[in-house]
């Protein structure tokens, strides 16, 4: 079975901190995909970032960066620089490779409050 | 850019009523999902589509539970008989299907209240 553990429920930072958002996941898939999606206030669910098991290479996208470690089987978060408009409920989930099992594993997602 | 509409945005019904809730994938995906959200709680895989049929679901997809793409547009979830804890926000997604580039995408979500 897969599980994905977000172990923060709730983290607030003052705006322009930096803060770090963790998620850790369990897998016997040798392929699977990890996500990042936002969900603000408003309450929709938006993508922002999908990883392959077999690609490692950490990113950056602006404020946004994501370390992606399969040793220890996390793929963390990272806002620089935080904003007011970075408040949000951030959720970790995870796929299969399986192509005859797309469901989506959410974690239970981190609240981050970014304060003015 | 394309996006994954849903109507209504909120829905209140009683207990025991049928609901219908309504989606409109992106228009070139060839996967569709629905997924729920209880108030305050983890987001839920219910079931996927693909080809006119449902190609993976969850426990708490059960009998009471129907999805239907009636058209070329429409993907819809049909709640038979109505329960308190029914109550959630349900979201649809779409993909394009594929391995490594296949990402979700979902819409707004219906608010359901279940009086």
């Known amino acids: 079975a897969q599980k994905v553990t977000q172990a923060q429920t709730e983290i607030s930072v003052v705006e322009k901190e930096d803060v770090t958002l963790d998620c850790v996941y369990e897998?016997?898939?040798?392929?699977?995909?990890l996500f990042w999606y936002k969900q603000p206030p408003s309450g929709e669910l938006v993508f922002l970032i999908r990883r392959n098991s077999f690609d490692e290479q950490n990113e950056i996208s602006g404020r946004y960066s994501w370390n992606f470690q399969k040793s220890t089987s996390s793929f963390n978060f990272t806002i620089t620089a935080s904003q007011v408009v970075d408040s949000a409920v951030y959720f970790c989930?995870?796929?299969?490779?399986?192509?005859?099992?797309?469901?989506?594993?959410f974690g239970s997602g981190t609240r981050l409050q970014v304060q003015p | 850019e394309p996006e994954v509409t849903q109507t209504p945005s909120h829905q209140v019904t009683q207990m025991g009523q049928e609901v219908i809730l309504r989606c409109v994938p992106i228009s070139n995906h060839l996967y569709f999902y629905w997924y729920r959200q209880i108030l305050g709680q983890k987001v839920e895989f219910l079931v996927s589509?693909?080809?006119?049929?449902?190609?993976?679901k969850s426990e708490i997809f059960d009998d009471q539970f129907s999805v239907e793409r009636p058209d070329g547009s429409n993907f819809t979830l049909k709640i038979r008989s109505t329960k308190l804890e029914d109550s959630a926000m349900y979201f649809c997604?779409?993909?394009?299907?594929?391995?490594?580039?296949?990402?979700?995408?979902f819409g707004p979500g219906t608010r359901l209240t279940v009086l």
């Open positions: 589509f693909y080809n006119n049929e449902i190609s993976e």
């Open positions: 997604a779409s993909s394009l299907g594929g391995g490594s580039t296949d990402t979700q995408y």
């Open positions: 989930a995870l796929r299969s490779g399986d192509t005859g099992r797309r469901a989506l594993t």
């Open positions: 897998t016997r898939d040798t392929t699977y995909y």
